[in-house]
């Protein structure tokens, strides 16, 4: 591992031969370049070449990186909090082996040009683009993503529900927390994989439904803007063994109520029941957490209650009129 170095000389041009090296792993951190006038390319190219396994470069300013010129046993690759954009390893096919890469923190802005680099990626597993400046608001090209991809963090960029549109087919864990979405928009996103997915902290007005993800597990969708889950979601999501819907602002109505019922009858699958589940509107329940809240059955049965006062209303006329007849009113 190098910690903190600072590069103060020129780098020169100098082809190395790493056939005979046993070195499997390189870390290196803050690394400061403090002499640019030289072809940086001679640089990038002692790290693209090495014959190692896992190479990691971080919190280092880093602006670019050329693909290897033969094959590379590269499996993991961490550029963590650099400055690489959406040019890194476009058309670069020397990656075959590459599992893991992380990106976290940088400043790509494309989704779609993030999926293009994947694409030639034939073993890649786990991708971390979390913390960047993507968006997708739809284009007329597909997005072509590594078919091996398994796990992709999104988190914390500026996606909108277009990123459903965009997304690998095979995906098994999507982690797309702190983004802009406000729904899942229904036939757009067929991910039968997809066993976890995390949508908590964005714009969601209620739960999404399950017809794109028949194979659902876990789903995420704490503090969003959810005031009245559907009940409906525990048949579209059959499957669902854990939903985390806690610090939601709910709205403590009948509906809500019902919503709870089917949840216990369910099996309980609530994370975080009872503590992170609390009444935020109406203004009097405030705070009430929702094993708390009751209403009545006359309550929340419209027809009952119209049934109800209608007996009351004919009773009331029964008791008049047997009045009138007993005390001989005209």
């Known amino acids: 591992n190098i910690n903190g170095i600072t590069q103060l000389s020129e780098i020169e041009s100098y082809d190395f031969d790493y056939s005979g090296t046993s070195m499997k792993a390189l870390t290196m951190k803050k690394v400061l370049i403090t002499d640019l006038y030289f072809s940086q390319d001679n640089l990038y190219k002692i790290f693209a070449n090495m014959n190692i396994e896992a190479l990691t470069i971080a919190e280092s300013e880093m602006i670019h990186m050329l693909c290897p010129l033969f094959d590379s046993p590269f499996r993991y690759l961490n550029f963590l909090k650099n400055d690489l954009t959406d040019l890194l390893f476009q058309k670069c096919d020397k990656l075959i082996q590459l599992e893991t890469l992380i990106l976290q923190r940088n400043k790509f802005e494309s989704l779609l040009k993030v999926s293009f680099m994947t694409s030639h990626m034939k ?120 939903l985390q819907a806690g610090h939601n602002p709910f709205r403590c109505s009948c509906e809500l109520q019902d919503f709870v019922r089917l949840e216990r009858h369910s099996g309980g699958k609530l994370f975080g029941w009872p503590a992170a589940y609390m009444c935020e509107y109406p203004e009097d329940l405030r705070g009430t957490q929702l094993k708390d809240f009751h209403l009545t059955e006359l309550a929340c049965n419209t027809m009952l209650l119209l049934v109800t006062a209608l007996l009351l209303m004919l009773l009331l006329v029964a008791v008049v009129a047997f009045l009138c007849i007993y005390l001989d009113v005209p």
């Open 123 to 242: 073993s890649l597993k786990y991708l971390d683009m979390s913390s960047n400046l993507l968006r997708h608001d739809g284009a007329d090209e597909q997005c072509q993503w590594a078919e091996s991809l398994s796990e992709l963090d999104l988190s914390s960029n500026q996606l909108t529900d277009a990123v459903f549109e965009c997304l690998p087919v095979n995906i098994k864990k999507l982690d797309l927390q702190n983004n802009q979405i406000a729904s899942v928009p229904k036939g757009m996103a067929e991910l039968k994989s997809l066993k976890e997915l995390n949508l908590a902290s964005n714009r969601l007005a209620d739960l999404p439904g399950c017809s794109g993800f028949t194979s659902l597990e876990f789903l995420n969708t704490e503090m969003n803007s959810i005031l009245t889950p559907s009940a409906d979601f525990f048949q579209s999501c059959p499957k669902v063994r854990e």
